[in-house]
């Protein structure tokens, strides 16, 4: 009930603080941003907290700087996940999780609502922005999605410096893999939602002053995950989608289920061809993802800024700024 | 107009044989096959028409096999993609199209209707089979997708006999890449619908005597593409999708226009959300795609066992059986 309520108010919040009873006028530019959803380690360090408080708040700031600018909601996006990828405290680029070979392999896509066009990269080892990769992939190939050696041969073609597999390694997530083996030893496996601290993926969704509509994820997956393992998060329309006058996703939760369910697209389709809110549809992809054992949650925003969050899992992390709305972070810890 | 004629004909095959006026009973089982969409090459010699028939053939009776036996739709298409990726002729396993490195990397999904189960495999080079190791990572592993050297080492892990890479490749592969490569060089690169003989990539849908829909997707993707590129045949909602009571649907085309259209998944989000019959939603899908420059076609299948196959190219390899018709293949040459 509580995060039932937490959500409403999340959408309402513009309202709210207006203190009208009319409807408000919609924002000229949206940005909302998600760090995962899960469970957050009951052991986390107020330090640690806070290091991922400001990271929320650094994506969010500069992703408004590029729309405060006038700039694209696909810039704002990507710039955002750039950002929480390089924070070292989220599970995308450094500070991703490992996999079950005791390194990061990281996946990342970026759609633009106005052309549909996407660009992602997945299972890669040494690029330190896969988000970044993943807009060259977009911009400068006549692919959508590059995997693994290929795709770091084609940075290594754009230019980028490769980073060695150390990079991504932290003492957390190091901790976290030798946990999810000894438990599978066991034959005790660690439930999803304990594992890792949010189920990992971060991602961002903007409409920018021109009305265009972007969204982009980036993620190290499951700790624990087989090598060559790859999520929703890189996959146009389960963990990412964008279409102008629709909508805009990105999702986190237990990727396998949000592929087979097309889980992003299937919000979209529901506004689209049923004239479904945006923010009744994500409430109930989310709910079915759930009963099919897919927890998780999602950013969903719609063509005139108004967003969702539905989750099922125990929080969230995630933050909103717009041209009406200071930059709001949510990080919340259930004792 | 005669392609027009001839799809609906395919469709009302069953009722104009029949003669009869009134409606047909629905098949008990049904499956159909593509082997790819685009332009057949001018100089394909007779006996390599041959080949692709017989190929197609055999595809038909393998799965039939399956069906008529009282067998599982996913257990069908496995079979009869499995045969047409052993064939050598088609763009799938042996035979399949070569990257910008000279070598072929292969993908394949399929996905079990009645669970919306998936598994799926990309960007491997050392497997025979792809789909039959897509279906292990359905039924052994926690994932549905796994990429590249992953995909090789679960392949290992599974007792599956990796292949030399030469394996995968014939003369004429090996021409067209040339062909590929010279022509880019001449910066006057090779159309996409005259760079292949069809776009490449073979699937099969099936219904089966339990009402279970499945579906089945395998490629060696584009001729010349980058390495680590992959196409829309290994994701769930792009080049394949099955969900029992709506839809199975293999495609085949300018992949990267159908995973940023989600085309496998918006076929079955119009009928199941709009009440649009599968045909007529594939056939304003495949129009929608074709106008985004991404020429293909697909096959598609209710649940009463209703097949359309429309395509925006010259034509599509393509076969059908159902328990009311024997096998019929289907490979035309525009002269």
């Known amino acids: 009930m509580l995060r039932r309520a ?3 108010c999340m959408v ?14 919609p924002p000229k530019w949206f940005l909302a941003i998600h760090g995962g959803a899960g469970r957050l380690p009951r052991d986390l360090a107020p330090a640690e907290v806070a290091a991922i408080q400001d990271a929320l708040q650094r994506a969010l700031e500069a992703g408004a700087q590029v729309l405060a600018a006038g700039g694209s909601s ?3 996006v990507q710039r955002a996940v750039s950002v929480m990828e390089s924070s070292g405290v989220l599970n995308a680029g450094r500070g991703a999780v490992l996999n079950h070979g005791g390194f990061a392999e990281l996946d990342a896509a970026l759609m633009d609502g106005s052309n549909r066009k996407a660009g992602a990269v997945a299972a890669v080892r040494h690029v330190a922005n896969p988000i970044d990769l993943a807009r060259q992939v977009m911009d400068h190939s006549k692919h959508v999605l590059l995997v693994g050696e290929g795709a770091e041969q084609f940075a290594r073609e754009q230019g980028v410096k490769l980073v060695p597999g150390a990079y991504f390694v932290t003492d957390r997530r190091r901790r976290e893999l030798q946990r ?22 971060v991602g961002a969704v903007a409409l920018d002053s021109q009305g265009n509509l972007a969204a982009a994820t980036s993620t190290g997956g499951l700790t624990n ?4 393992r790859v999520g929703d998060s890189p996959i146009v329309g389960a963990g990412t989608y964008a279409e102008n006058g629709v909508c805009a996703v990105s999702a986190t939760g237990v990727g396998e289920v949000f592929i087979r369910y097309t889980a992003a697209a299937d919000v979209c389709a529901r506004a ?3 004239n479904e809110s945006v923010g009744a549809a994500a409430d109930e992809v989310i709910r079915e993802l759930k009963a099919a054992g897919g927890e998780g949650g999602m950013i969903a925003l719609d063509a005139s800024g108004n967003l969702a969050i539905p989750y099922s899992s125990e929080t969230m992390l995630r933050g909103q700024v717009s041209s009406l709305q200071p930059p709001e972070v949510v990080v919340e810890i259930r004792k």
Do not use: M, N, W
């Open 74 to 76: 696909l810039d704002a």
């Open 272 to 274: 689209r061809y049923r």
């Open 180 to 201: 999810a083996i000894d438990g599978e030893k066991k034959a005790k496996p660690v439930a999803a939602s304990q594992s890792v601290y949010p189920h990992g993926t």
């Open 6 to 8: 937490a959500q409403l």
């Open 12 to 25: 309402c919040l513009g309202v709210l603080v207006a203190g009208r009873t009319f409807a408000q006028e």
């Open 225 to 228: 995950k087989h090598v060559g």
